[in-house]
């Protein structure tokens, strides 16, 4: 959390909000619906075995004002929060803005009020009432962030209230919005149920790895409540809201450490003893700026009458807001974990050691397991059972990244050579040789780890064994010592017992009117000259074993011979596109340096052959059709680069419709978008793995090109899609060369299969990603490079042994870019657990987005978006509740709690639902939340996390001779200074976004102009200029550019600026203007949903 700063003060809570579809609760947002579903979380009360005893942490409140606080076991400055028993970064997160915004007149929608989120991981209160600006500021100072343990069980009896009903004030929302709408006089109306506090034992603090926030109410004393008049103007016909909303309040007066204030005893409800103290109540609404007299709310400032109790007109009460910075924060999580983890190198030796965050630097030390950077894990601790895994609701999942690059200082992992024998194999699972087998019988035999298969050791094999009972030469051998390596493969490995050709890379380019006007086809075959020699070689090759081949379409195809021996290329046109067929074999696939006179001269006179084509029409199955039609008879795998520039309309198989349709999205044919229009290209993609032809696509639409569609052979041969609308040489160039650099010259795995073995227990059960399947288990890909992750979903179908653990083992059997067969063996150990508790502090947050986003993107083709949306949303709550219920130590049902290493779900999950495939805004485009929805499929964990949760860099903030990056800040429009110049990235956009007040001299040594005002808005590239902030900001751009596996397009954004919009959709805490919640907004939905559950 961010807690280095006086709160910013914040546009007010219950501005006019958009709705937010995908929240349909019963009777929540004037829809009428059925009651809320019984669910098996019974009453929550019993502490949590297991934890280590501490005493309890508080936080005295400080004054409203600039004064010391008053000393407690640390000294706290005026607005600010201790960060529970972890230490506390000194992250800044960006100085807000000073201006109030205005509060909008009209309805406020949003979700039950909520206290500041604990990372009981994390507890929430609901708001009080109001703080006056001055205390908003003081308000982090009474947060309490604990990280002690409940002392005794609560009492019994003890349980939640039933589910809110609230009904909106308007009663028509389309979409049903999830949050309530009330006219800023009123408020829900309270039913006698609600007139008395609700009693509960006093609040203690959260178990370890927990983080507790308390959020303040200040008020005078409180007197117990009676059920008090409707609030003038509150005549809606609602249900009543009939919930025990109960909210701790530490007083104005600071309190030393552990103290616990509360209010007078309260009349005692049926079955509570009336000696127990009492919680004042929070009514569950949201609070207009004017209002009547209501009893039993608390005052505004410290001292204040109660309205119960005094009479006096009404003061107006302005609503009050959930602090932003009382809520984790991405940064700070981010940070602490560079801090504590980003020094020591991660030894993989242990089994289920949880990694460090993809966001760290460290390095890794492969002592038997792999590598995080190969294989990730949403929990490195299962439960024992399904039954314990139903209730937990946690996805267990691996995302694999089979040839994931590594940093020049770790080792690539070592090759195996076990001759014509090849590699040793269990007899009954094949699973293969690793550092999990146990070997006995004085190592005649050894037993297999996964199905316990006793196996004997070949005669060449055999070695002795040591007094613990390894292997003498354990450490000599990598399948004995590693988690990763990889084994030479015998003839019986290879497609008809043949060892395989050398790929072949076909360059396959649309020439049509389009592609020539904008200048395209001349800059890629300029490109390619040179281009050509940077093919992927193995290890020292002198150059590569790769052959090319070239093809050029409109609405026929033109293919060229290239052999060495001719003096010019010769052109071949096929016009029968319906039967496609390749004219020539000899001289279409040849090596490079044999025939690079002929290859220049082709691709200097392809841009003038065709400059003066009228040609607009074209095909595209056919020119694929053909590319794998020639890998077959030259016998070898390989890939296609298609550069394609409009939707295919010309008459041959495959052709296409526009049917590019907006007003289908919010129906139940929205996911109609997501499917491809025919089923030719299924057919053909399975054609092309059959083959190991995997393609690569490079669009270039200036209108609808149905991505959706044209996606699907990429999509199913394991290639990539890379898609640059509206492109413009002057402005479009660099980002496509840096782009098709990258992708010619990466190295990829061709013909590939891939299986997932694990230990009895559990089985590999789903599959996410770009690659194919015809049956269960092998998963297919024409080609694997090391970008590309396959996510892998684990269900139980035994029990599991706590002492063994669980084991997978990934092999993938693929063809080298030199032509050799190969198998990648990677192997990883888990834990497994019989407490919930385990499995909630060994889990992975980012690789559980990772896999939840994948998910959802997958499930559009065929569900609602709705539905989508909702299923995550429940998912979550279920996750949370369940940890809640049988994790956390017994707090305020007011409280909301998160587990320490979870405590980034509801803010990451916010993401992934307000994204452009789930909830596009006006300005997406289908094509648009196509291309993202492919994408995603095979991104890895890295890729995820700074998509959905974008970077922003103050590039003020630093001192310029600094070489690290600067700290990040959090994504929200309040941490925006218009003092200041951000750089925001996500992976595959840049923007620098520049504040209208930034100092003159800062303007001229970035922009080489005088003025803010001279700024060119959209400028995508930074002028080169010799002074220490210039060179300092490109080489930042550079750093990041270099990081990421797109190239990265610069846009110069200005503040107030019409660009400002597009810049302001990846400011992902606020609100969206697609109708997407805030952090804070939803954070009060997951509350509620949360409560529900344990209701």
Known sequence: MNVNQSAPPVPPFGQNQPIYPGYHQSNYGGQPGPAAPATPYGAYNGPVPGYQQAPPQGVPRAPPCSGAPPASAAQVPCGQTTYGQFGQGDIQNGPSST????????????GPPLAPVVSQPAVLQPYGPPPTSTQVTAQLAAMQISGAVAQAPPPSGLGYGPPTSLASASGNFPNSGPYSAYPQSQAPPLSQAQGHPGVQPPLRSAPPLASSFTSPASGGPQMPSMPGPLPPGQGFGSLPVSQANRVSSPPAHALPPGTQMTGPPAPPPPMHSPQQPGYQLQQNGSFGPARGPQPNYESPYPGAPTFGTQPGPPQPLPPKRLDPDAIP???????????????????????GQVPPLVTTNFLVKDQGNASPRYIRCTSYNIPCTSDMAKQAQVPLAA???????????????????????????????????????????????FQCSFCSCINDVPPQYFQHLDHTGKRVDAYDRPELSLGSYEFLATVDYCKNNKFPSPPAFIFMIDVSYNAIRTGLVRLLCEELKSLLDYLPREGGAEESAIRVGFVTYNKVLHFYNVKSSLAQPQMMVVSDVADMFVPLLDGFLVNVSESR?????????????????????????????????????AECAGKLFLFHTSLPIAEAPGKLKNRDDRKLINTDKEKTLFQPQTGTYQTLAKECVAQGCCVDLFLFPNQYVDVATLSVVPQLTGGSVYKYACFQVENDQERFLS???????????????????????????????????????????????GDKTVTVEFKHDDRLNEESGALLQCALLYTSCAGQRRLRIHNLALNCCTQLADLYRNCETDTLIN??????????????????????????????ACY?????????????????????????????????????????????????????????VAETNVFFYPRLLPLTKSPLDSTTEPPAVRASEERLSSGDIYLLENGLNLFVWVGASVQQGVVQSLFNVSSFSQITSGLSVLPVLDNPLSKKVRGLIDTLRAQRTRYMKLIVVKQEDKLEMLFKHFLVEDKSLSGGASYVDFLCHMHKEIRQLLS
């Open 739 to 785: 782009d098709l650099r990258r992708d010619v010259q990466k190295v990829v795995g061709f013909d590939a299969v891939m299986r997932v073995r694990t230990s009895t227990g559990i089985r590999a059960v789903d599959f996410f990603g770009a690659f194919y399947m015809s049956n269960t288990t092998d998963v297919e890909l024409a080609g694997l490079d």
């Open 884 to 940: 809640r219920k049988n994790c956390a130590s017994p707090s305020s049902a007011g409280q909301l709690i998160l587990p320490e290493c979870m405590k980034l779900l509801p803010v990451y999950l916010n993401c992934v639902l307000k994204s452009d495939v789930l909830q596009p805004g006006a300005e997406v485009t289908t094509d648009d939340r196509a291309y993202v929805r492919q994408l995603v499929s095979s991104m890895d």
């Open 597 to 633: 006179a002929v290859i220049t001269s082709l691709l200097d006179q392809i841009p003038e052959m065709f400059a003066d084509t009228r040609e607009t029409e074209t095909v595209f199955a056919p020119v694929i059709q053909a590319g794998m039609e020639a890998l077959k008879a």
């Open 851 to 880: 896999y939840m986003a994948k998910f959802a993107y997958r499930a559009v083709v065929s569900s609602p978006v709705k539905t989508v949306r909702d299923t995550l949303i429940t998912q979550c709550a279920q996750i949370l």
């Open 399 to 445: 995302v694999i990244k089979p040839l994931a690059r590594l940093p020049p200082e770790e080792a690539s992992p070592y090759v195996v050579d076990h001759g014509e024998s090849g590699p040793l194999r269990c007899n009954r699972c094949k699973a293969y040789m690793c550092p999990l087998m146990t070997f006995i019988e004085g190592g005649r035999r």
């Open 329 to 351: 924060s991405p940064i700070q999580v981010i940070e602490d974990d560079r801090n504590n983890r980003g020094s020591e190198p991660f030894v993989t030796g242990v089994r």
């Open 99 to 110: 201006a109030q915004m205005p509060r909008v007149p009209g309805s406020q929608q949003f």
